[in-house]
T-cell receptor
Framework: DSGVTQTPKHLITATGQRVTLRCSPR?????VYWYQQSLDQGLQFLIQ???????AKGNILERFSAQQFPDLHSELNLSSLELGDSALYFC?????????????FGEGSRLTVL | GDSVTQMEGPVTLSEEAFLTINCTYT??????LFWYVQYPGEGLQLLLK?????DKGSNKGFEATYRKETTSFHLEKGSVQVSDSAVYFC??????????????FGRGTSLIVHP
């Protein structure tokens, strides 16, 4: 158990809908990362937050947004969903973003868009 | 941009066989290198890491050496077990503007070990 909790584990929805994925980092970790894992793209970095502030942005679509709250949990919002958004979304945390990149991953949220 | 290339799988071996999974990288600057493992239904977990050239990372019988001259970080294990069956990801991270290390992952290599 990595200590990173993600909910929901599975989600099935329709095109055009909006969903929210939730992540609770390991106790004491200030930094949260979101990754998207799909068969054709592999593991793609979306966005990183540190202590409530956005720190780095990757290949995140404009339809997607995220935030980190004062209690350090994070949410990833996906809107106007398309079939191609079906993927496994991972949250990861680290205690210090300058720790060379060692991350602790949750088990992921599997999104299926029909 | 920075990237990681690892051998495509699946790699299928018999128990006690020798394992090599190749990984090469392209990066500006001086990256740290990692191997992560993902067991079925679980998230990725760090297997080993190396932060500078010629460092050897090791854990649970797995080893990898940071080779700057060949930009490689190949994963090896002398004798695999059925329980090693998983997907293995090579990754690198470099310090970016803003002061964070953002890992970049390879596509993953599936390992299947038969009894």
């Amino acid at each position: 158990d990595s200590g990173v909790t993600q909910t929901p584990k599975h989600l099935i929805t329709a095109t055009g809908q909006r969903v929210t994925l939730r992540c609770s980092p390991r106790s004491g970790d200030l930094s949260v990362y979101w990754y998207q894992q799909s068969l054709d793209q592999g593991l793609q970095f979306l966005i990183q937050y540190y202590n409530g502030e956005e720190r780095a942005k990757g290949n995140i679509l404009e339809r997607f947004s995220a935030q980190q709250f004062p209690d350090l949990h994070s949410e990833l919002n996906l809107s106007s969903l398309e079939l191609g958004d079906s993927a496994l979304y991972f949250c990861a945390s680290s205690s210090d973003p300058t720790n060379t990149g060692e991350l602790f991953f949750g088990e992921g949220s599997r999104l299926t868009v029909l | 941009g920075d990237s990681v290339t690892q051998m495509e799988g699946p790699v299928t071996l018999s128990e006690e066989a020798f394992l090599t999974i190749n990984c090469t990288y392209t990066a500006t600057g001086y990256p740290s290198l990692f191997w992560y493992v993902q067991y079925p239904g679980e998230g990725l977990q760090l297997l080993l890491k190396a932060t500078k050239a010629d460092d050897k990372g090791s854990n649970k019988g797995f080893e990898a050496t940071y080779r700057k001259e060949t930009t490689s970080f190949h994963l090896e294990k002398g004798s695999v077990q059925v329980s090693d069956s998983a997907v293995y990801f090579c990754a690198l991270s470099v310090l970016i503007l803003g002061g964070s290390y953002i890992p970049t992952f390879g596509r993953g290599t599936s390992l299947i070990v038969h009894p």
